[in-house]
């Protein structure tokens, strides 16, 4: 199959140059293997290598005997290998080691004596928009943050082909096939997320009824400040509620995985006397997953334009965390206590922020620069850096600024 490139092959290729090690993290299928064996020199499979389990049976350190970068695959099968690892790193004394690639994180009491100084860490995510050829890349989110106009030729989607393009989702497997096809994919993902994956990494038998139930409710309350107690009211089933304890336990498990990836809250200064909220918003690795949670087609999810709507947040949400990524930024959301709501705030390490709102239609642009404006105003600059840009995402029309200096960028012209 043909290799398609990543932001993360250039992150790789660094972090290869600084670190004895790098592991890169992310959910099952988002690509972490091809992107690791393009740069590693030769491979360990750990989860279908029988040679490697009787090898950690009686000296494990001779796996990491091999041609630099060794890429250690699935590593959290055997989790002792990380101090092999760590050891091995120090006393070679020499960048670009290994690589290690996991799609579950081990519990830390098994894990992690200290990897500062040895380890570099990536998460990788499934593929952003403009890594599967749908966008057209004439808008930059560096430039953006710099303060840049954009500007850009139309693009269009109708709604039956953005439904689509979200069913499909950013995994690479998928890159050629139909929405059927989709669909059947992250139908079986969902399924063994909740028969099989969530029972192995808790190290514990979890009722598959239950884990479903869960995923479901994080489906139907995506791009949410959803709490737990909110998620234990609408798991119930035939055997009642889940209770918090419980749906807790589930989703520290799902994080593991890495099959959740929950957006944080934004910590700054306001110069109103509003607090701050600090609950996440509930986002999957990919929003595809939802739609199999929920068992949705296409015709079902065009035809309830809300829930079509959150699906499109959390899709730009994930493209926008994979173009900062790839700038050492970190994506946010914003809420206070008056309500007031911004859906992103895309933040780098120097304190540069902007401020960004996402609509599924370009109808709503006016209301969205009035809510950003509105937030811009309540930023106490003296404290906090003024936004680099203030930016309505949508999912159509072309780029622009407008006269009131904000900007609008449909998805599919962005890139990095």
Known sequence: MEYHKRFTDKGLAERLKSSGAVLIEGTKGCGKTETAKQMAASVVRFDADEQVRIKMEIDPGSVLSGAVPRLLDEWQEYPQIWNYVRREVDERKQKGQYILTGSATPDDKVRRHSGAGRFSVIRMRPMSFYEKGWSTGEVSLTDLMKGETPSSESVSFDIGELAEKITLGGWPGLIGESAAAGLRFVSDYISLIAEVDLSRVSQKRRDPYKVMRLLQSLARNI??????????????????????????????????????????????????????????????????????????????????????????????????????????????????????????????????????????????????????????????????KAPSTLTVITGNGFAYRRPDGVNVVPLPTLTV
């Open 223 to 384: 791009s949410t400040e959803a709490t737990i107690t909110a998620l234990s009211k609408d798991t119930g089933g035939s055997d009642g509620d889940m209770d918090d304890e419980t749906v807790a336990e589930y989703l520290s498990a799902l994080e593991r995985l890495l099959a959740v990836d929950n957006l944080p809250a934004w910590n700054t200064h306001i110069r109103s006397s509003d607090t701050l909220r600090k609950s996440p918003k509930r986002h999957f690795a990919d929003p595809s997953l939802a739609i199999g949670a929920l068992g949705l087609s296409i015709d079902k999810l065009t035809a309830d334009l809300n829930y079509f709507g959150l699906l499109f947040e959390s899709l730009v949400i994930r493209d926008l965390r994979i173009y900062a990524d790839a700038n050492g930024g970190k994506v946010f959301h914003y809420r206070d206590s008056r309500g007031l709501e911004i859906d992103s705030i895309v933040e780098y390490a120097d304190g540069t922020w902007g401020a960004f709102e996402i609509k599924l239609g370009i109808g709503a642009a006016d209301a969205a620069a009035e809510n950003l404006l509105k937030f811009a105003d309540k930023i106490d600059t003296e404290k906090t």
